[in-house]
């Protein structure tokens, strides 16, 4: 026969014990009989006094502003002898021992100084009237735009990515487990290729600036050439990644001149600039300004026939009204796909759209690629990555870019966001943003000192 006694100590407003804000409670297992008896009281009396001991222990740490050790349900290896074990482990004498390399001039010889740790409502309350301060769409009127628009974004498109089988965006490297995920990615780049007219699209890019650098990148590799032409008229941020990113290449930037009066690009020029040394040029349609580039057609035509690539960056809305980049002979299309469902928070999250016009430029474009196919032992559709072997978790240095894991929570947002849409509306909605630029425009030439279109 066994009898249980639960001894309690502290109370949940004392310092914090393990659990965290919980009383301890410690229950203790007492076997019949005298001897037995006096044993278990001993040993329960010998627990208190620890407990006691170590809470009294946590006073003191926490009143001299000492890091908290002991178990806690977050926060591991918090014990002593933990710690100490650990250092016996890897031969070190102390943590301190551990930051040595760390010269003594360029260290921080004191303690953060931090507030004390306040209350969740307190910091809630702060948090809040920081943020009243803010001027946020829809409550004030946005003319930024630059790369993060205001766009309304349907309340079903939040639902979906909210649910917890798309919480991570990790890579899905374990297909089995993985096949919703897959498959979200899958219906994007699917929709994305329908939508650009292109063969192959990965299933995201950081954003529109960095699918632009690793375009540039491609292009030149594919090639072999080391010259690349940019139109005056893409956006000054991703001009400044185009250049970050090539700049350990042996790889020279030109811009195209402007015409001033137009706001589009000065193609007269471009036969003589194109020789065999350029690896491409990019265009954006519309560019910076909003001006829809002429000419295109003609540009990839003549590219084409002296072996470089066209890379079109696009505005993905743009292309309801506007002829997609695949028809009018791009090889390589980047752009931004934050106006596809995804919310403005501080400059982002972002969404990079890249896609290629064929297979065999597919083998070198960066990021991920999920495929479809059917199960080994029925019909059932079955989703995975393919061309792994041009990646960094495979080719490690030898990988066709450094890319990896990146925004596929925001792939699965701007597919659910399309698929809503459909094209006809998608279409309805290209001619409403239309409508407005041109009565904005017309607007806004009337106040002196402004002209249109520049």
């Known amino acids: 026969m066994y009898w249980f006694v639960t001894v309690t100590t502290g109370s949940p407003w004392d310092c914090a014990p393990a659990p965290y804000g919980s009383a301890t409670s410690t229950r203790i297992k007492i076997a019949a009989g005298k001897k037995a008896l006096l044993i278990e009281c001993a040993r329960a009396a010998a627990m208190l006094i620890l407990i006691v001991l170590r809470r009294a222990r946590r006073r003191m740490m926490m009143k001299k502003n000492e890091p908290l050790t002991g178990s806690h349900p977050l926060l591991p290896n918090l014990d002593q002898e933990i710690i100490e074990e650990m250092l016996l482990r890897i031969g070190a004498s102390s943590v301190e021992e551990l930051f040595s390399d760390i010269p003594s001039d360029i260290r921080l010889k004191r303690g953060l100084r931090l507030p004390e740790g306040q209350s969740e409502s307190v910091v809630r309350r702060d948090l809040q009237s920081r943020l009243a301060s ?128 137009s706001g589009a690009t000065d193609f007269s020029a471009l036969s003589s600039r194109i020789t065999s040394e350029v690896a491409g040029v ?50 390589i299309v980047v752009g931004e796909g934050q106006p596809l469902g995804i919310p403005m928070n501080y400059g982002g999250p972002h969404l990079g759209i890249f896609a290629v016009r064929d297979l065999g430029l597919a083998r070198s474009m960066p990021g991920r690629l999920i495929g479809m196919t059917t199960e080994k032992d029925s019909e059932q559709k079955a989703f995975s990555m393919v061309l ?67």
């Open 134 to 261: 803010n001027k946020t769409p829809p409550n004030s009127l946005c003319f930024l735009g630059g790369g993060v628009w205001p766009h309304y974004i349907p309340a079903a498109v939040e639902s979906v990515v909210s649910r917890q089988e798309f919480y991570t965006s990790y890579t899905p490297y374990q297909p089995e487990i993985s096949q919703g995920m897959l498959q979200a990615l899958f219906e994007y780049q699917s929709l994305m290729c329908d939508l650009l007219r292109m063969e192959a699209c990965n299933s995201s890019m950081y954003d529109w600036a960095s699918a632009a650098g690793e375009a540039t990148r491609m292009a030149a590799k594919v090639t072999g050439r080391r010259r690349f032409l940019l139109c005056g008229d893409i956006g000054p941020t991703r001009l400044e990644v185009i250049k970050a990113y090539v700049s350990p290449m042996d790889l020279e930037l030109e811009s195209l001149p402007l015409d001033g009066r």
């Open 388 to 454: 792994q072997t041009r990646e960094q978790h495979i080719r490690r240095e030898g990988a066709t870019s450094n890319i990896c894991t990146n925004q596929s929570l925001m792939a699965v947002a701007a597919s659910c966001y399309l698929a809503m849409l459909g094209k006809t509306g998608l279409r309805r909605l290209g001619e409403v943003i239309i409508s407005n630029s041109h009565y904005a425009a017309k607007r806004l030439s009337r106040v002196d000192g402004v002209t249109s279109p520049l």
């Open 282 to 331: 990019y265009v954006e349609n519309p560019n910076y300004f909003g001006v829809l580039e002429e000419g295109l057609l003609d540009l990839s035509t003549l590219l084409h026939e002296r072996g470089g690539l066209l890379v079109v960056g696009v505005d993905p809305l743009s292309l309801s009204i506007v002829k997609p980049p695949g028809e009018y002979g791009a090889d």
